[in-house]
């Protein structure tokens, strides 16, 4: 389990995160929500290691994770999907996806059949180019990717951003699949509200960087949530 206790992050002189305190179990959706600038890109970036936090505490699977970078947060076993994919264009879907294989062990250095039926469409555009790809095609390569470093904690900041319709109807289904293998811990950043809601097990609310909601599914109603993430 992923558990975030009393996280500040500043930039410069702005402090962007005050206190953030969630989990994220195995085998649920924490969907981490709130109108832009609220700081839920920056919370993703101080998990993964892409930003330095001011203060709190990162535990994975009850082992702090004292202010890690980048690589320590992969190998810790939390992968990232950044907002804009960061698909290398020049590459190929499957040299793309072997960028993934940095933070495994020698013997762990293979791509997985679950990925190809997990994104069929990988499989047949193999030695495409990243840069050729669609923005849908280069979402599904990029969690792809993440999922190749065999992750415990899986990332994902706005997977739908200008996707089209049948691609979000099939990166829903892959993070119901993850979901239902039990394995691994997903905390999703969405601003498309109705599927974070349709998705998500446990919600976290952020206004101007502070938590102002964090329910599971079970204890809040669309209404009220709808009302906190639009402030």
Do not use: W
């Not at 702005?14 to 600038?37: D, E, F, W």
């Not at 446990?202 to 709808?226: H, I, W, Y």
């Amino acid at each position: 389990m992923l558990e975030i206790a009393d996280l500040t992050l500043k930039y410069g002189q702005s402090q962007i995160l005050n206190g953030i305190s969630m989990t994220a179990k195995p085998g649920q959706v924490t969907a981490v929500m709130g109108t832009n600038g609220v700081g839920k890109t920056s919370l993703l970036k101080a998990i993964a290691g892409r930003h330095p936090y001011s203060g709190g505490t990162i535990t994975l699977d009850g082992k702090p994770l004292d202010h890690p970078t980048a690589f320590q947060a992969a190998r810790a076993g939390i992968a990232y999907v950044p907002q804009g994919r960061e698909v290398f264009p020049l590459l190929t879907v499957t040299e793309n996806l072997t960028t993934g294989f940095a933070c495994l062990p020698r013997g762990g250095k293979v791509i997985p059949p679950r990925i190809y039926e997990l994104f069929p469409v990988l499989a047949e555009m193999k030695d495409r180019r990243g840069g050729d790809l669609s923005g849908g095609q280069q979402q599904q390569l990029a969690i792809a990717r993440a999922l190749i470093t065999r992750p415990r904690v899986l990332l994902l900041d706005e997977p739908t951003e200008g996707i089209q319709p049948n691609i979000i109807k099939q990166i829903g289904r892959v993070i119901e699949a993850l979901r239902g293998e039990g394995e691994i811990a997903i905390v999703l950043v969405e601003q498309y509200f109705d599927f974070a809601y349709n998705l998500a097990d446990e919600f976290v609310a952020l206004n101007r960087g502070s938590v102002v909601l964090r329910d599971p599914k079970a204890k809040v109603d669309r209404a009220t949530l709808l009302s906190r993430v639009s402030i």
